[in-house]
């Protein structure tokens, strides 16, 4: 079965300086999704990035970018030029993209990394 | 577009009451979930619907009823309230199941049942 790892419960960064948070996940499958979502104090998820597995270059959405590390099955989150609107719970969750999985097909979700941002 | 809307944010309910969280989405969105966030726990899949007439079960269903009439609302039914069912409840959306990836959630609806 799928399980994605995140390492770190708590984060802190100063404003305008860059954090990179840690996501490991573990699959036997090649074709699969992953994706970081945020969910700041009102509580509503809202997906910052995702990377398909089958790509190799690294997918990017403004300040934010990761580093997807398919061997390692690692797949962190850089944020660069942190802003306060940034503090939130950051999940980073999987899904598979094979078409066999019927029902099989739903997100795994990490924990969640709690960041905070310092004035 | 209003996007996923949830009803109520916050609800209390005793142990043994019945009660219905409310989903609608404006987005015509084959695709319907709820989840459950416990702390520690991350997000659980309770039901899940592929389009309207048809729901399935996810990780949790045990306790939740789900029905979908409409392609724009999906209905959460807690049949008699427990305590175990303390938790954020979430509802998402997105276009059809094998774009699952781009859900859009609702706010959210806090429920604490004593």
């Known amino acids: 079965a799928q399980t994605v790892t995140q390492s770190q419960p708590e984060m802190s960064v100063q404003e305008a300086e860059t954090v990179t948070l840690s996501c490991t996940y573990d699959?036997?499958?090649?074709?699969?999704?992953l994706f970081w979502y945020k969910q700041p104090p009102s509580r509503q998820m809202i997906l910052v990035i995702r990377q398909e597995a089958y790509k190799q270059q690294n997918a990017t959405e403004n300040r934010f970018s990761v580093n997807f590390q398919k061997a390692a099955k690692s797949f962190s989150l850089k944020i660069s030029d942190s802003q306060l609107g940034d503090a939130a719970m950051y999940f980073c969750a999987y899904r598979t993209d094979s078409f066999n999985a019927g029902n099989n097909r739903k997100l795994i979700w990490g924990l969640g990394t709690s960041l905070a941002v310092n004035p | 577009n209003a996007g996923v809307t949830q009803t109520p944010k916050f609800q209390v309910l005793k142990t043994g009451q019945s009660m219905t969280l409310q989903c609608a989405q404006d987005?015509?969105?084959?695709?319907m979930s709820w989840y459950r966030q416990d702390p520690g726990m991350g997000l659980r899949l309770i039901h899940y619907s592929v389009g309207a007439g048809i729901t399935d079960q996810g990780e949790v269903p045990n306790g939740y009823n789900v029905s979908r009439s409409t392609t724009e609302d999906f209905p959460l039914r807690l049949l008699s309230a427990a305590p175990s069912q303390t938790s954020v409840y979430f509802c998402?959306?997105?276009?059809?199941?094998?774009?699952?990836?781009?859900?859009?959630f609702g706010p959210g609806t806090r429920l604490t049942v004593t």
């Open positions: 987005m015509n969105h084959e695709y």
């Open positions: 998402a959306s997105s276009p059809t199941f094998y774009r699952e990836h781009e859900q859009y």
């Open positions: 699959t036997s499958e090649s074709d699969y999704y």
